[in-house]
């Protein structure tokens, strides 16, 4: 039998990394990151952390967001925005972006946020949780498919019409 010195040993260690709410103090750094996301889908990001701000925080939020943060700051988050099925009465959750930064994707950051999406959501007394992927993105069709998200082809034409 070899013995191994201990010392001649090095484990690397993960990253420890807090998945939570969204504070204030936070707003800065989530708008840089919403940022980067637009910028990756080839958009420009019109926000300002003054309107995440009212969003998050303001007397009718409308959305949640969660952070993934590790002693380098905030390396990923989620934003949550409720749905209602009038037909079932049911609630749900879709989860409307999910963003983890360069240099910390696939060490299971997002699968974090999204567990803790899932957390949100049955709190919220939601029956399901919703994402969409750009038809093109397989990567992210992968991982949501790894995560146990059923794909559910859109039918019927969606419209919009601006109010102001």
């Keep these: 039998m070899v013995e191994i010195d201990d010392s001649e040993i090095s484990l690397i260690r993960p990253p420890v990394i807090n998945i939570r709410a969204a504070k204030p103090r936070d707003l800065p750094e989530l708008s840089e990151m919403i940022t980067l996301l637009a910028k990756h889908h080839g958009d420009a990001a019109a926000s300002t952390?003054?309107?995440?701000?009212?969003?998050?925080?303001?007397?009718?939020?409308?959305?949640?967001?969660?952070?993934?943060?590790?002693?380098?700051?905030?390396?990923?988050?989620a934003i949550l925005v409720p749905l209602y099925r009038a037909q079932d009465?049911?609630?749900g959750m879709d989860l409307h972006h999910?963003?983890?930064r360069d240099g910390h994707r696939g060490h299971g950051v997002?699968?974090?946020?999204?567990?803790?999406?899932?957390?949100?959501?049955?709190?919220?007394?939601?029956?399901?949780?919703?994402?969409?992927?750009?038809?093109?993105?397989v990567q992210a069709h992968r991982f949501y498919e790894n995560l146990d998200f059923v794909p559910r082809p859109v039918t019927g034409m969606r419209y919009m019409q601006a109010l102001a």
């Design 49 to 77: 952390p003054e309107q995440l701000e009212r969003d998050l925080f303001g007397p009718v939020p409308w959305i949640s967001a969660l952070v993934a943060e590790s002693d380098e700051g905030l390396i990923g988050y």
């Design 89 to 91: 009465g049911a609630r």
């Design 98 to 100: 999910l963003f983890v």
């Design 110 to 137: 997002g699968q974090h946020l999204v567990n803790r999406a899932r957390d949100m959501a049955r709190g919220a007394g939601c029956g399901y949780l919703s994402v969409s992927a750009a038809t093109g993105n």
